[in-house]
């Protein structure tokens, strides 16, 4: 019994050592924490966000996001990861066509 107690504390302590290791590298992990009303870091905050949202990737288009949900309820621990269609790459393309259809 104190084998198997010893031996389940002993991997519980590599594993929480080795974790940070394994965990993918990503190279945008972006944190979304707060929401403002303004898009200035100086505006009034709108909401604090209570569970975990970070960007980890782009697509080459700037339409797609990947995207890591995480929160805990209790003891329970929820993470999803996905790509969220958001068209900001054809956003940006119109406004910068709109800009040189105006400055002819």
């Known amino acids: 019994m104190k084998k198997g107690l010893f031996l389940l504390i002993f991997l519980a302590l ?6 940070p290791v394994w965990a993918d590298s990503d190279p945008y992990n972006v944190q979304v924490k707060q929401l403002y009303a ?3 870091g100086r505006s009034k905050l ?3 966000i209570p569970i975990e949202v970070k960007l980890l990737d782009v697509s080459e288009d ?3 996001y990947k995207v890591k949900i995480q929160f ?15 068209p ?4 940006l ?6 800009k040189v259809a105006t400055s002819k």
């Open 88 to 91: 900001v790459g054809d956003i």
């Open 72 to 86: 805990n309820l209790g003891i329970a621990s929820f993470k999803y990861s996905g790509w969220a269609y958001i």
């Open 46 to 48: 709108v909401y604090q």
């Open 38 to 40: 303004q898009p200035d």
């Open 93 to 98: 393309a119109e406004r910068e066509e709109a």
């Open 14 to 19: 590599i594993l929480g050592i080795l974790a």
């Open 62 to 64: 700037a339409n797609w």
